[in-house]
Nanobody, 127 residues
Framework: QVQLVESGGGLVQAGGSLRLSCAVS????????MAWFRQGTGKEREFVAA????????YYADFVKGRFTISRDNAKNTVYLQMNSLKPEDTAVYYC????????????????????WGQGTQVTVSS
C-alpha cells in the first residue's frame, strides 16, 4: 500500500521558516513527479510547488517564488518544501502529492493530474 506522510508543519511567526517533509512508502520513487498544494480555510486547494522525478526541474506558484524551495531525495523517497519569509497568508493545510509521469519533461501543476495524496500538515503563520 502506497502512503505519503507529511511532517514539519506547525506554528511560526511571520518572517519565520519551516521545512515540510513528505515520505513516500510502498513503491519506488523513480518516475514520479511530486508536488505540494495547500488549502486555506474556506478556500480552494491551490498549487504551491512541483518537482520532476529527477529533481532537475522545479516549478512554483508566483506567490511563493523566492521564498519557498522544493527538493527531493530519491534515495530517501522524500520530498521537501523549505518555506522562508512566511506570511500570515501562507496559513493553510499543506498537502504532498505524487503521480506517475515516466518523463523528466512532464511535471503537472494541476491537482486533478495527481492521484495520490497525503493527509496534510497544518502550517499557521501568526502576525
Amino acid at each position: 500500500q502506497v502512503q505519503l506522510v507529511e511532517s514539519g508543519g506547525g506554528l511560526v511567526q511571520a518572517g519565520g521558516s519551516l521545512r515540510l517533509s513528505c515520505a513516500v512508502s510502498g513503491r519506488t520513487f523513480t518516475g514520479y513527479a511530486m508536488a505540494w498544494f495547500r488549502q486555506g480555510t474556506g478556500k480552494e486547494r491551490e498549487f504551491v510547488a512541483a518537482i520532476n522525478w529527477s529533481g532537475g526541474s522545479t516549478y512554483y506558484a508566483d506567490f511563493v517564488k523566492g521564498r519557498f524551495t522544493i527538493s527531493r531525495d530519491n534515495a530517501k523517497n522524500t520530498v521537501y518544501l523549505q518555506m522562508n519569509s512566511l506570511k500570515p497568508e501562507d496559513t493553510a493545510v499543506y498537502y504532498c502529492t505524487t503521480t506517475w509521469t515516466g518523463s523528466v519533461y512532464r511535471t503537472p501543476r494541476i491537482s486533478s493530474e495527481y492521484d495520490l495524496w497525503g493527509q496534510g500538515t497544518q502550517v499557521t503563520v501568526s502576525s
